[in-house]
């Protein structure tokens, strides 16, 4: 059974950082899955923030490009999102996705939150 369990979510002001993470269990990252983080805000559709292949290369939504970061551990099962200069219109509930062996896995969602 696959379970993505995200953690690092909070409440922070307008140019601070946070570091999300995402722990997976039933998959292994050392075969190939490409690994995602989306968000959603109120009344908003999910979007795509960033995603990793497993050969590394990365892909970022312009409105992140510059700050965020994203980054996997094989080892660790894990893929992270270094986001920096947050904003408020960062604010959203912070979503995990893997596609593995042709079939989408979703985290329960972190929420992170910055005031102005």
């Known amino acids: 059974q696959v379970q993505l369990v995200e953690s690092g979510g909070g409440l922070v002001q307008a140019g601070e950082s946070l570091r999300l993470s995402c722990a997976a269990s039933?998959?292994?990252?050392?075969?190939?899955?490409?690994l995602d983080w989306y968000r959603q805000a109120p009344g908003k559709q999910r979007e795509l923030v960033a995603d990793?292949?497993?050969?590394?290369?990365?892909n970022y939504a312009d409105s992140v490009k510059g700050r965020f970061t994203i980054s996997r551990d094989n080892a660790k099962n894990t893929v992270y999102l270094q986001m920096n200069k947050l904003k408020p219109d960062d604010t959203a509930v912070y979503y995990c996705?893997?596609?593995?062996?042709?079939?989408?896995?979703w985290g329960q969602g972190t929420q992170v939150t910055v005031s102005s």
């Open positions: 990793i292949t497993s050969d590394g290369t990365t």
């Open positions: 039933g998959i292994s990252f050392f075969s190939p899955v490409r």
């Open positions: 996705h893997s596609l593995w062996r042709a079939s989408d896995y």
